[in-house]
C-alpha cells in the first residue's frame, strides 16, 4: 500500500545550540530567516531584499553524511531557505563566529580593522561569505599556505562577496578585508588600516588578528553526528524488522536551549506514514512531504491528501526570489531526497545529471569532466557550461538552487535564464517522467511544451560530449555570451546566447565552413531561449565571408522578436546581432575580433589587452600626525565589531514584545480615483488577517497626515480619494510580518473615476494643466547678470537643448521599518528607522491627537538612509504609531522591498532646455535654463530643490545666468531629498553644456572648462553668502593638480590613439570640478560623566553609516583630555553614544547635508569646554596634592564635592560660519563596449577639499561611496513606473529600479583628500597615498 513520509519534527543547530519543533508548531512556509530572528535570539542575517539578492541573510549551512563521516558546508540565503529543509542540519550565522563575550572573530576584526563597514546593515552577511569562501577553501586539496593565512586566492577573495550588496563602503575595504586571508596576497597593496601603516616597516600577517586555518569554527557540532548516527540505526533496525512506522512519542514544544542527547532520543525525529489510498483518511494534515523515490511522489500528489489544497513542490525554494508566492501554502512536497533526481551518470556520449542536483555542484562536476576528459572537445563545452553558470545568480544561491529548478523555471514562465540558453546551445537533452511514462527529449522541445503541472517531473539533463571524428579536420567551437547590469553575476540577463558549431576549411578557399550548428537566444523577451533554426540553415555549408555573416544578422533580426511589453526591445534586439557578430568574425579574415582590445604602447606596437580579466588594483595610503589626536586619527568606527558580529540592533532587532502584531501597507494602483471599496480574496493568506486599521481609525481629535515639512503636510491614507498610485489605503494587521506581507497582496480595492480629471503622470502633462507647486521667493535661487547682453555678445549660440534627467531609488539596504508600543497615560513610543526622528514625533502626535510629549521616538542606529530615511520616513512610523494606538498592543511593521520602492518614492526626474552664448575661444558669455522637475503628489523638501540645482551650476562662470524653474505636481509619489539633492542633477547639466561647447568649436573639454572657471571676484558674484576667504578657493589648484598628478593630457592622446585601433570598444576620458555649498546647522548635544568615569554622550545627529559616533567619540575624548598637556588617551575608550531620543535631547533636526557630524562634534566640543570649566578648578586643587592625578581620581572628587557632571548645549554656528563651499575634482576614464553597451570605468582620480578631516578613514569611505552612487546613478540606476489603462483607470503595474547597463570598477581608483591642515591623499591605480602637511594648520 501507498506511503508518503510527513516530516513531524524538525531538529538542527544552531550556532551549536540544538533547536527542536513539532511539525505542528510551525508553519512549513517557515523560511530559515524568519525561524531565527522570530524564534531564537539572534539577529545577524538581516532581511534586506526577500529575494537571495542582497547578501543580507547570507548564513552558513553544514550538512554530515555518517556513512562517509564527512561534513560538507556552503552558504545560502537565509530568506529563501525553508526551515524544515534543513532537518538534521547545522547552520552557523556571524554570531556563531565571534561575539562581544566570546570573543571577536578574526574576519570580524579585520573587517573592522579595515574600515570594511558603515551603516553595518550588509556586514553579517558578507562576513559570512567570507567564512564561507575560506573553509571552502581550507577544505580544498591545494598545498598548506603559510602560518596566519588560508588556502584562498586574491582572485578567489575579490568574487568572495559577489553576490553581497553595499551601499556604503564602495567595496573596496570589504575586499582588502578578505584579501587579507588569502595566501598569495601582497600585504603591502592592503588599503588604510589601523594594523600599520605606510612609514612601518614591510607589514607581517602577524599584526593582523590571528587566523586559524580552517576557519577556527566547529560548523557541525558533535553531540548531532551522534543523533545522525543513533536515529540511523534506529532507522535501519526498525526498517529490517518489517515496521511500516515509527512508533509516536511525546511532543515537545520550541525550545531555545540547548537540548541534552537523551531529550533527544526520547523525542526523537518522527516521520509519520499515512496511507494513502485509505478512504478513511480524507482530512489532508499541513505540512512538509518527504518522498523518498518516483514512486512515492505519484502516490502522494494522486492521494486525498492533496486533492484541494495549496500545495508547493520544492528543491531549494530559490524560484521563490524570482516570482514570488502570492499566497501561502500550507503543503510542501520536497523531492529534492529522490536519488533519482540527484544522480550523475557519466556515459560515452556525455554526462547526465540529475534535476535536483544544485547549480554549484553542477559547476564542480563541469569543471571535473572537462579536466579529466580525453576530448579537447567536450573540455570546451563543459568549461563554458561552468564558466557561465558561475555568472548566474550569486554563490549562495547557487548553492542551494537545483539545476533543474532553473530549467522548470525557463519552461513554465518568460524567466530569463541563461543555463536554459546555454544548455540549449550545447544540444542538450531532458528526462522527464509524465506519470507512468518516461520520455527522453531535446531541450527545445521540453521549452515548447506547455507549462508542466506537477503530473510531471524533471528527472535529468544530458549534455553531450560532442566527440568528432578524429580521421576529419573539423574542430568545435562554443561561446556563451550574456549582456547583464553585474558582469559577475547576481543580475539576469537582458539578452543571452550560445553557439555551438564545428568548423572546417573550404578546400578551395581556405574560407571557414560551419556546420552542426546550434544558435541559442534567450533572454530578450522570449516566453523562453530558442534555437536560430534558419540562420543556422542559412549558414549551414557556406562560406564564412562579410556578405554571408550579413546574410546571416538580417535573418537573425527578422528571428529575435520581443515580446510587446518588452524594456528596450532595440536594445536586446542589437545585442543579440552583436553575440551573433562576435561569433562568426573569428572566422573571416579581415574583420577584427569584437573580443579583443587593442592598445598601443610607447613603441607605437599594438598589445592585445582584456581589461575583464585584470585583477581589482592594490592601494595604499599614509596618515602622519597626531597633534589634535584622536581626532584626525583613522580610527575604526565606533561600535563595528558589533555590526559585524550582528549584535548592534537596528529597529527590526528589537525583540518583539509580547502580543506584538505586524502590519503592511494595501497601497493603491491607481494614480487618481475614487476608493469605493476594499475586499480580500479568498485564500489562505486572508485568514491570517486580524483587523485591517484605515483612515476612519484615526481619533477624532486627531489628523489624516502622515508626513510634513515647512512647505505643507502629505495624509497618511488616501481617502476618499487616492492621489497617486502607491499611496497607503490601509494597513492590514496579522501575527507575524509574512503573514501581513501576503494578506496584502490579497487585497481587491475598487476604484471609481467619477468626475475626476485624468491623471497627470508627467512633466509634460503638468505643464499642459498649469499644475505646478510654489517656491518660495527666500528658497528661490537669485540670477546673476543680464543674459540679454551676454547672449549678444557671444560668437556662437547653442539654442533650447534639451537634458533629461532619470529618477533614481534610495535603495537603503534596511528599509521603512517602526516599532510603536503603547504605554501608559495615553503615551507611545515609537522605534523608527529615522533621519528625522524629532518631526517624526510631531507627525505622529498630529495623526493621534496627543501632546508631543505623549509620544517619544526613539532612532539607535539606522541601515543606511540617503535622505529616504528622513521625511519618507514618516508615513512608516505614523502607521506603525496608529495601528497600536487603536489596537492598544504593540504592532511592528517593516516593508518588504517592492513596497518600499512603490511608496517611498526617489530622486527628482527632471527636464532642462538651455540656451548658451560663448565665444570662439569657449568663454562662455550667458546662459538661460528652462528646467522643470517633477515633485509628485506633495511639496515635501521639493522647493529646496532649484537652489541645490543652481548652486552646483554655479561652479562655472556664465558671465550671465538666468532661468526659469517650475516645480511640477504630478499624480505620482513625492519626491524628497536624496544624496546631494539638487546638486547631482545640476552639476550633471553644467557638464552636458560644457562638453557641447567644446564639441561645437571642436576644442578640448578641458579646455572650456577652465576657460570658464571662476575668478574670486565672480565667485562672490555667484555665490556672495559663502564664497568665504580668497585663500579658502581652492578649485584651480585642485584641478591643476589633479590634470598633472594623474596625466590627464598624455592620456587624453592615448585615448585618441585607442580609438584608432578599436573598433568595438572606445574609451572616453572626462575631468569634472565640483562645488558644494554646506550650512551647518543648530545642534544639541550632552555630555555626561559618570561616577566611575564613564563618558556618555548625546547629540542631535542620527548614527546612518557616516561615522558620526566614531567623530563624536574622538571629540570627546579630545576635548576632554586637555585637562592634561599630555592628553588622555584612555578616555577614547570610555565614551559612549547613546541613541537618539526626542524626550531626552529636543531640538535635534534632521541629519542631512553633509554637516550633521560637523554641527554635533561642535556641540559636543561646547558641551565638553562647559565641563572642562568645573573640572578645571578640582584639577588645580588636585595638582597641590598629586604631580599626577588621574580621570578616576578626578571624576571622584568632583562627585563629592557635588559638581555637575552633566552638560547640555544648543550649538548655534556663528554668522561668518554658518555657509561655506567645499570644493572637489575628479577624472574618469571609461571604455564601452559598442556591442552590448557594457561601461567599464578604468581609472579614476579623485580631489576633495575637506578643510580638516575629523577621521580620515571614515571620510575615505564616504568619498567613496559617493563616487559609486552618483557614478550609479548618471549611468544606469533609474526608476520605471509601468501603467496599463483599463476601461479609463490607469494601473500601476509594478514600478522596480533597474540597471541597464552592464557596470564595472575594473581598475584604477586614486583619490587626494586635501585637508586645510593640510593633508593631501591622493591615489594612483586605488593607490592611496596619504601625506599630512602641517605648514598650513593655522589656516
Not at 71 to 84: K, M, P
Not at 1089 to 1114: A, M, N, R
Request: hydrophobic fraction near 40%; aromatic fraction near 10%; charged fraction near 20%.
Amino acid at each position: 500500500m501507498a506511503a508518503a513520509l510527513r516530516v513531524e519534527r524538525l531538529v538542527l543547530a544552531l550556532n551549536g545550540r540544538r533547536y527542536e519543533a513539532a511539525a505542528d508548531e510551525l508553519d512549513p512556509s517557515t523560511t530559515l530567516l524568519e525561524f531565527i530572528r522570530t524564534r531564537t535570539p539572534f539577529r545577524g542575517p538581516k532581511l534586506g531584499c526577500g529575494e537571495g539578492g542582497c547578501g543580507a541573510c547570507v548564513v552558513l549551512i553544514a550538512k554530515y553524511n555518517p556513512e562517509t563521516d564527512e561534513v560538507t558546508e556552503f552558504s545560502a540565503s537565509s530568506c529563501l531557505t525553508l526551515i524544515y529543509s534543513l532537518n538534521f542540519c547545522s547552520v552557523i550565522t556571524t554570531e556563531g563566529l565571534g561575539n562581544t563575550r566570546d570573543g571577536f572573530h578574526a574576519i570580524q576584526k579585520r573587517m573592522s580593522g579595515f574600515h570594511a563597514s558603515q551603516c553595518g546593515f550588509c556586514t553579517p552577511g558578507m562576513c559570512m561569505s567570507i567564512f564561507s569562501s575560506l573553509v571552502g577553501a581550507d577544505n580544498s586539496k591545494r598545498p598548506q599556505p603559510p602560518n596566519g593565512f588560508s588556502k584562498l586566492k586574491v582572485s578567489e577573495a575579490e568574487k568572495a562577496f559577489s553576490g553581497n550588496l553595499c551601499r556604503c563602503t564602495g567595496y573596496r575595504p570589504i575586499v582588502d578585508a578578505c584579501k587579507s586571508f588569502a595566501s598569495d596576497v601582497d600585504l603591502e597593496d592592503l588599503g588604510l588600516n589601523i594594523f600599520w601603516k605606510k612609514g612601518d616597516k614591510k607589514p607581517d600577517v602577524g599584526k593582523l588578528p590571528s587566523y586559524t586555518f580552517g576557519g577556527g569554527i566547529c560548523t557541525f557540532p558533535d553531540f548531532l553526528k551522534s543523533e545522525i548516527k543513533t536515529l540511523q540505526h534506529h532507522v535501519n533496525s526498525t526498517t529490517s524488522k518489517g515496521s511500516q512506522y515509527h512508533p509516536t512519542l511525546q511532543n515537545y514544544t520550541l525550545c531555545s536551549g540547548i537540548f541534552t542527547f537523551l531529550d533527544f532520543l526520547k523525542s526523537s525525529l518522527k516521520y509519520q506514514r499515512y496511507h494513502l489510498n485509505d478512504a478513511s483518511n480524507t482530512v489532508s494534515k499541513d505540512g512538509w512531504y518527504h518522498p523518498r523515490s518516483i514512486k512515492q511522489y505519484y502516490e502522494l500528489i494522486n492521494s486525498t491528501l492533496f486533492s484541494e489544497c495549496s500545495v508547493k513542490v520544492v528543491v531549494g525554494n530559490t524560484s521563490a526570489g524570482v516570482y514570488k508566492d502570492y499566497d501561502l501554502y500550507n503543503k510542501y512536497i520536497d523531492i529534492g531526497g529522490i536519488p533519482e533526481l540527484s544522480s550523475i551518470v557519466r556515459k560515452a556520449e556525455g554526462i547526465e545529471i540529475g534535476a535536483a542536483i544544485t547549480i554549484s555542484r553542477s559547476i564542480e562536476i563541469l569543471e571535473k569532466e572537462s579536466n579529466s576528459m580525453s576530448s579537447p572537445n567536450g573540455s570546451v563545452v563543459f568549461r563554458k557550461l561552468a564558466d557561465h553558470m558561475s555568472k548566474v545568480a550569486s554563490p549562495f544561491v547557487r548553492n542551494k538552487a537545483s539545476l533543474g529548478g532553473n530549467i522548470i523555471l525557463a519552461q513554465k514562465n518568460p524567466f530569463p535564464s541563461d543555463i536554459a540558453t546555454i544548455l540549449l546551445g550545447a544540444g542538450s537533452t531532458v528526462c522527464i517522467q509524465v506519470v507512468g511514462e518516461r520520455k527522453h527529449i531535446t531541450l527545445e522541445e521540453f521549452l515548447e511544451q506547455p507549462p508542466l503541472d506537477r503530473t510531471s517531473l524533471l528527472l535529468s539533463i544530458f549534455i553531450p560530449h560532442w566527440i568528432l571524428d578524429s580521421q576529419t579536420e573539423t574542430s568545435l567551437v562554443f561561446q556563451t555570451y550574456r549582456a547583464a547590469s553585474r558582469p559577475l553575476g547576481n543580475a539576469i540577463s537582458y539578452v543571452n546566447s550560445a553557439f555551438l558549431g564545428h568548423v572546417s576549411f573550404g578546400e578551395s578557399s581556405g574560407d571557414h565552413v560551419l556546420s552542426n550548428l546550434h544558435l541559442a537566444f534567450g533572454a530578450y523577451g522570449s516566453e523562453h531561449a530558442i534555437r536560430a533554426r534558419k540562420v543556422e540553415k542559412f549558414l549551414t555549408g557556406k562560406l564564412l565571408t562579410a556578405s554571408t555573416i550579413h546574410g546571416a544578422i538580417q535573418l537573425l533580426k527578422e528571428t529575435i522578436v520581443p515580446m510587446k511589453g518588452t524594456s528596450h526591445p532595440e536594445y536586446r534586439i542589437s545585442v543579440a546581432v552583436g553575440f551573433l557578430f562576435s561569433f562568426l568574425s573569428v572566422h573571416v579574415k579581415g574583420i577584427a575580433d569584437p573580443g579583443k582590445t587593442f592598445s598601443t604602447t610607447s613603441d607605437d606596437s599594438v598589445d592585445v589587452i582584456d581589461v575583464y580579466d585584470s585583477p581589482l588594483s592594490s592601494h595604499q595610503e599614509t596618515i602622519s600626525g597626531d597633534e589634535y589626536k584622536p581626532i584626525g586619527e583613522p580610527m575604526k568606527k565606533y561600535g563595528v565589531e558589533l555590526q559585524a558580529s550582528g549584535e548592534a540592533v537596528y529597529v527590526d532587532d528589537i525583540p518583539a514584545p509580547k502580543n506584538c502584531l505586524h502590519g503592511e501597507f494595501i497601497y493603491s494602483t491607481q494614480p487618481l480615483a475614487f476608493v469605493k471599496n476594499i475586499t480580500f480574496k479568498s485564500s489562505l493568506s486572508s485568514q491570517k488577517i486580524i483587523t485591517v486599521v484605515s483612515a476612519k481609525d484615526i481619533p477624532k481629535e486627531g489628523q489624516n497626515i502622515g508626513s510634513m515639512s515647512m512647505f505643507g503636510d502629505e495624509p497618511l491614507f488616501g481617502d476618499p480619494v487616492t492621489e497617486f498610485a502607491g499611496q497607503a489605503l490601509g494597513v492590514v494587521i496579522a501575527e507575524t510580518q509574512r503573514y501581513a506581507d501576503m494578506a496584502a497582496k490579497q487585497a481587491v480595492v475598487e476604484y471609481d473615476i467619477g468626475y475626476l480629471k485624468p491623471p497627470i503622470l508627467t512633466m509634460e502633462q503638468a505643464v499642459q494643466n498649469n499644475s505646478y507647486f510654489n517656491v518660495p521667493t527666500v528658497f528661490y535661487p537669485k540670477q546673476v547678470g543680464d543674459v540679454s547682453m551676454g547672449m549678444a555678445e557671444a560668437d556662437h549660440k547653442i539654442l533650447s537643448t534639451e537634458v533629461k534627467l532619470a529618477s533614481q531609488y534610495y535603495f537603503y539596504m534596511e528599509t521603512q521599518t517602526a516599532l510603536a508600543i503603547p504605554d501608559e497615560d495615553n503615551t507611545i513610543v515609537v522605534y523608527s528607522s529615522s533621519q528625522y526622528p524629532e518631526l517624526a514625533q510631531t507627525v505622529i502626535a498630529k495623526c493621534l491627537g496627543i501632546p508631543l510629549g505623549n509620544v517619544r521616538v526613539i532612532t539607535r542606529r539606522v541601515g543606511g538612509g540617503f535622505g529616504g530615511k528622513g521625511y519618507r520616513s514618516f508615513p512608516v512610523a505614523t502607521a506603525a504609531a496608529l495601528c497600536a494606538y487603536k489596537l492598544r498592543c504593540p504592532v511592528q511593521m517593516y516593508l518588504n522591498r517592492n513596497t518600499d520602492m512603490i511608496m517611498v518614492g526617489s530622486r527628482h526626474p527632471m527636464k532642462a532646455h538651455y540656451s548658451v552664448g560663448f565665444k570662439s575661444d569657449g568663454k562662455i558669455t550667458a546662459l538661460h535654463l528652462d528646467l522643470l522637475i517633477d515633485a509628485g503628489i506633495s511639496e515635501d523638501l521639493s522647493p529646496i530643490i532649484p537652489s541645490g540645482v543652481i548652486s552646483a551650476l554655479k561652479k562655472y562662470n556664465w558671465g550671465a545666468l538666468s532661468f526659469d524653474i517650475k516645480l511640477c505636481k504630478t499624480n505620482n509619489t513625492s519626491k524628497s531629498t536624496m544624496r546631494a539633492p539638487g546638486d547631482t542633477q545640476g552639476s550633471l547639466i553644467a557638464e552636458a553644456i560644457i562638453e557641447h561647447v567644446a564639441s561645437v568649436l571642436s576644442l578640448d573639454a578641458n579646455h572650456v572648462r577652465e576657460m570658464n572657471f571662476h575668478t574670486y571676484d565672480s565667485l562672490l558674484l555667484f555665490y556672495p553668502a559663502s564664497a568665504g576667504e580668497e585663500s579658502t578657493y581652492t578649485l584651480h589648484s585642485i584641478f591643476n593638480r589633479l590634470a598633472l598628478t594623474s596625466s590627464y593630457r598624455h592620456r587624453a592622446d592615448t585615448v585618441k590613439q585607442f580609438n584608432i585601433c578599436n573598433k568595438w570598444r572606445k574609451r572616453g576620458i572626462s575631468c569634472v570640478p565640483l562645488i558644494f555649498n554646506v550650512s551647518p546647522r543648530p545642534a544639541p548635544g550632552r555630555v555626561s560623566v559618570l561616577e566611575d568615569g564613564s563618558i556618555v554622550v548625546q547629540v542631535g545627529g542620527i548614527e546612518i553609516g557616516q561615522g558620526l559616533w566614531t567623530k563624536v567619540q574622538q571629540m570627546t575624548a579630545f576635548a576632554l583630555g586637555q585637562l592634561w598637556p599630555e592628553g588622555c588617551e584612555g578616555l577614547l575608550e570610555r565614551v559612549r553614544v547613546l541613541q537618539a531620543d526626542t524626550l531626552n535631547l529636543i531640538q535635534s533636526g534632521v541629519t542631512g547635508g553633509s554637516s550633521t557630524s560637523e554641527s554635533s562634534c561642535a556641540a559636543t566640543l561646547q558641551a565638553c569646554k562647559l565641563l572642562i570649566s568645573r573640572l578645571n578648578p578640582i584639577m588645580n586643587k588636585l595638582r597641590l596634592q598629586s604631580a599626577t592625578v588621574s580621570w578616576d581620581n578626578l571624576i571622584s572628587q568632583a562627585s563629592q564635592e557635588n559638581v555637575n557632571l552633566s552638560a547640555s548645549v544648543y550649538w548655534v554656528p556663528e554668522q561668518g560660519s554658518n555657509s561655506y563651499l567645499n570644493y572637489g575634482a575628479g577624472i574618469s576614464e571609461v571604455e564601452i563596449d559598442l556591442i552590448t553597451g557594457a561601461i567599464t570605468i578604468l581609472r579614476s582620480d579623485l580631489v576633495y577639499d575637506c578643510g580638516m578631516s575629523l577621521n580620515p578613514a571614515v571620510d575615505l569611505g564616504q568619498v567613496f561611496l559617493c563616487f559609486l552612487f552618483f557614478v550609479f546613478s548618471g549611468t544606469s540606476r533609474r526608476a520605471a513606473y509601468h501603467y496599463i489603462k483599463v476601461s479609463s483607470l490607469f494601473f500601476l503595474l509594478y514600478y522596480r529600479s533597474f540597471i541597464f547597463y552592464s557596470f564595472n570598477i575594473c581598475f584604477k581608483l586614486s583619490f587626494s583628500l586635501m585637508q586645510r591642515y593640510t593633508a593631501l591623499l591622493m591615489f594612483e591605480k586605488n593607490i592611496f597615498i596619504l601625506e599630512i602637511d602641517h605648514s598650513n594648520k593655522g589656516q
